[in-house]
């Protein structure tokens, strides 16, 4: 659906050039819903703001439907621009006008009939869940429901592709839940590409299929959030990892289990129907090691189940070994965070 080739975006001020964006490369396929996290700074509004062009790129190729945005102007990128949907941090509403208003606003631009209009209109209001809503003001809604009006008007025009730019940062943990759930029905639902810019790991972790990790404008990694996830490639991608998936031991533990004889310690991760498997009980049962657990959660990724667990194992260098090869035969991702002394 998007595909970006080898972009680059640089900023010219008095203090001198800065590359935002530098050389980046990236497949969005059809109904997607692809993350795309970094740190302040690392070029993710830049990113997002190219892909529909309100950035000019300095060179490279925005493909979006099969159609090179670069190559457009005027009139025929303002009708490319109708099949790319954008929401914000800060929602950006009209307030002199109502939500029923708001939602029209872009359906009036396209020069649609005003009856056309208001029965599109309705329609949005029952997707996002604001038909008691249709004649407030902005100021009269909360965070949630602006961002839901935002979402109603930036799909007003019927796009295949909705950017989302820190759409739920300026949201509480609750009303961001809600607004992630409302996003995947309507990916699922409509089939929609959706592109989430964000520094939350909790947000691709909540409804993202792909991730690619930007960092100092350069994507470092990137892929199905599973794979990312499970075997990260950057430090930063493990540093964002980490947030929604704390798995450090302290240091002093580390010190004391370094004095164990016989003992290493390691961390399995577990995905999907794996992580409800008894692999502890049939560890110490065939390998005749003993394993001491220090960490253990279990969450999920979408709706994939997710587990790490922090074990220190217990035996000979030969039952070590022979562990090793039982977690290997079940197919999961150990690494050794402390090898025997
Ligand atoms: N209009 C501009 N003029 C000059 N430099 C800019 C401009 N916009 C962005 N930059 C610089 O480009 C880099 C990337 O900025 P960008 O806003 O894309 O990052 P970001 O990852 O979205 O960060 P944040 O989450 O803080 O918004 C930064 O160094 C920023 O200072």
């Known amino acids: 659906m998007i595909q970006i080739k080898q972009l680059v975006k640089k900023y010219s001020s008095r203090q001198g050039t800065v590359t935002a964006i530098d050389d980046v490369s990236l497949h969005i396929p059809p109904g997607a ?6 740190l ?3 070029g993710k509004s830049t990113l997002v703001r190219c892909l529909n062009l309100l950035e000019k790129p300095t060179s490279g190729q925005i493909m979006v439907a099969g ?7 005027g009139k025929a990128l303002r009708q490319a621009r109708q099949n790319i949907g954008m929401i914000f941090q800060h929602f950006y509403l009209l307030q002199s006008r109502t939500v029923t208003e708001n939602i029209a606003f872009p359906l009036e631009i396209a020069g649609l009939p005003k009856k056309e209009i208001m029965v599109r209109v309705k329609e949005l209001l029952h ?5 008691d809503k ?4 902005p100021s009269q809604l909360s965070g949630g429901q602006k961002q839901r009006v935002g979402i109603a008007r930036a799909l007003a025009t019927k796009p295949q592709v909705l950017l989302c730019d820190e759409a739920t940062s300026a949201l509480d943990p609750q009303t961001t839940l809600s607004i992630l759930n409302l996003l995947r029905d309507i990916n699922q639902n409509l089939g929609l590409t959706i592109v989430m810019i964000t520094h939350e790991m909790k947000v691709i972790k909540e409804i993202c299929t792909d991730v690619a990790v930007i960092h100092e404008a350069r994507i470092v990694e990137y892929g199905p959030v599973e794979s990312v ?4 490639q950057s430090e930063i991608g493990r540093e964002f990892i980490a947030t929604v998936f704390p798995s450090e031991l302290p240091a002093e533990l580390l010190r004391e289990f370094a004095t164990h004889q016989d003992s290493e310690i390691i961390r399995i991760q577990f995905l999907g129907s794996r992580a409800s498997d008894p692999i502890i009980t049939d560890l110490l049962r065939t390998c005749d090691v ?4 220090l960490y253990g959660s279990i969450d999920h990724l ?3 189940l997710f587990g790490t667990l922090t074990l220190e194992l217990q035996g000979t260098p030969e039952q070590l070994e022979g562990a090793h090869h039982y977690l290997a035969s079940r197919e999961l991702k150990v690494e050794v965070i402390q090898g025997a002394i």
């Open 33 to 38: 819903i692809y993350g795309i996290i970094g």
């Open 40 to 42: 302040s700074g690392a």
């Open 302 to 304: 979408r709706s994939t």
């Open 229 to 232: 996830f499970i075997q990260p």
């Open 134 to 137: 249709a004649l407030a003001y």
């Open 290 to 293: 003993r394993a001491n657990i």
């Open 67 to 73: 159609q090179d945005l670069t190559k457009l102007s």
């Open 127 to 131: 997707l996002v869940g604001l038909e």
